[in-house]
């Protein structure tokens, strides 16, 4: 170890919303922690995802929801303001500025280092900042918290064309926007430059939007799309792409798409290509598998993962779930707390040292128009699965609570049941203002409540709540 | 008995939404079932209470939202339209005309009898209606859903004060409504009027709004309706009250306040003043109490009550669940399906034959601006239940959820934990858009789902359900 090497009890790579809370939690036994942050701290989601995303949508949302309701309808004049939305998303940004995120950091003694890592060794990093190169070493453990980048096609490669960072960071409404793919950032950005006055083309390679989710919430996204004068195109595949004067030209089995800026929301994936992983005999590029523990199972017992770089979740909510338990571990297994470490080491599934939510109760809320929101499994997934399952739907539009919302309230939800244990695995929500809903069905497959006993947590009359009631009655209760 | 007599196995009085439901789940089995109104079936909350009262708040709720929101609020020109409001009010109500409620109740096999029941004697009744008197007689069980009436101080009584009858389904919009009181029902329709452009002044005997809530809730309503232009007096009881050409003049400590309309929102009480209930031993006026089998104690094994009538609930939701419990209770020991006459006989606490959410899971939910929302427990009604609680509070302005909604989102959220347990006993939510965060709360308490499991709940990010995950911080996980 050289001299100028600078040794930290625990070492976490990459400052966003994940890495922070890893971070914080690990410091908790006194450990010394570095946090190693090659851009903004604070990260993707605060800064080019979720945040700009939802503060885009929600002027939309919002005059969408007054002018579906008489009384309210006729004070409604004119679109969404794309001045003052950009104002205020770049304020919900932070102005790109992380100050905030940083003296975070720093008042819970957590070292912030800024620049690129690399690994050189076990446990050893360099750090490529403004100010040079640094060497760190951790004396126990590395968390690597990287995050994701969007996976750009190599057909598109040369047109230079949005990703999630553009569309939820720009100041300019394109007057013809072109997006390829349909999951979540798909559908939330073409909500947005819609509202904005865009021309939105989806060009989408399979058949459906969302198809994560239940089939029925991605129709319904569709159908609001189309509505809202989104074209969306499925089952196309760009097969050439060019940029001039004119802007960009895709070429589809359709036809050619002119438009004036393409985003590209075709999938993330892990960021680990110049992580130096090599020096530790795992694969550059290839995202870090992790066991319960969040411990990267190829590494021994140093190495950790946790958030979109791990593949085994793709939001900042559950990232920073498992960032909470891998905190927790890392602070159990080398901090001084001895009923920490021993109820680490015995630790089962459900302990607050295991991730064991990752595995079938992950939420995921789409602040589309409808709103869509999950939970754990679809109808098919559980089948895949092997549960043998009943699928209790309900049309949101007959609660008494939708008509108050909005006359012509549409929406569907979709609870799954374990049948042999009587259990809720999954659910499922579409409609306007659902976002909430999901968490009490999160809550129920989290805590395994039986519907028998859902029965008796009565719904407020007259909320969108009142859909449990519906699937307590419609399963048979 | 009488040739003319009509008998059933089961007799529901009271065709509100309560009674509906007791009478569908006491007909599973078979029996003959007879349900009676006076009115119009469907009941308060239909036509004079939840519903209409939701539909006038909706409005100006929306609107609110989007002037709230960059973006938005520069396409908000104008307040609510109170004609449009009414309509759509009047749609919601139905028009006041129950022909869709009655085509259900025939359609499930449920003998409807319109008129005024009065007990004759044990499982007897006369049934005035328009077409003369019916005697009935009950096979088996008698259940009452009579609900409750506003109560109208008698100092009030003489100048012919608004209900909240009379609140919800007004077509007028007074330029000065003076309110009675300040529960649920005043200060929704406190928000109600206002927005329509009343002069509201409200007049309160105690210290705060909204009682029997955690007092922070109180609070905020409080400051946003004097914000809306509500003068508020606590502290203030009428001890006259005249009306002239002029409106109504009130007199309090204060002076003498003028109004055009004066709305008595202050209290309900058990309608069974003219229920003949002398003829079967119990005290007219009085409420029917009840077990968690919903029958009445003091009358031997054929009496029921559910709903406001028994003063063991106030809500149409819990009243609801009250007759779902006491409908399926009937249909098992009346009906002749074994497998649920044993089930009920030995029904345990959280069956579905025992109605054990009265206890200490009743939700409420107050669509005020801010909205108030709560469950089980406060901090004092905890303690003074003998529980060793513990408060978690959290700032729901500090969610980034809240930040999107609203720049200046204000809302506070309470925790009440049974520190013994690690169970949560209580839940209080006070802010925009907080109505379907109570569900999860609901299904926690019920689900006594340890604070430790409820950790791996993830809410999704960003919406205000990560009030759990800071929950879960404060608390010290």
Redesign the interface.
Known sequence: MAPQDETFDVIVVGGGAVGENAADRASRTGLSVALVEAALVGGE?SYWA??PS??LL???T??A??RA??????????????S?????RD??ASQWDDAGQVSWVESVGITLVRGAARFTGPRCLTVAGDDGERALVARHAVIVATGSVATVPEVLRGVEPWTSRDATSSHQVPARLAVVGGGVVGVEMATVYADLGSAVTMLVRGDRLLPAAEPFAGEAVRDALVALGVTIRFGTEVTSAVRDDDGVHLTTAWGVLHADEVLVAAGRHARTADLGLEAIDLAPGAPLHVDDALQVEAAGGWLFAVGDVTGRTG????G??DARVAGDVVAARFGDDDAMREAESGAEP?S?YRA??DEA?????VFSRPEV?WVGHTESSARDAGIDVRAVDYDLGNL??A???A?DYQGHARLVLDDARGTVVGATFVGP?V??????A??????Q?PL???????????????V??RFGETAG?
């Open positions: 989601c979720c945040m939802k503060a929600r002027p939309g919002v005059l929801a007054a309701v008489p009384g309210a309808a006729s004070a409604v004049d004119g679109g969404v303001d794309a003052a939305a950009f104002a205020r304020e919900v939001t900042t909510h559950q920073k779930y459900w607050r064991t939510a109760s992950v939420p995921q809320v929101a008494a609570g008509s108050v919302l006359p203002e976002a909430e809903l999901l968490h009490a999160t809550v129920a497959v989290v805590g409540v028998a006993r859902l029965w008796h947590a009565v719904p407020s009359y007259p909320t969108l709540s009142e449990w009631l209760l």
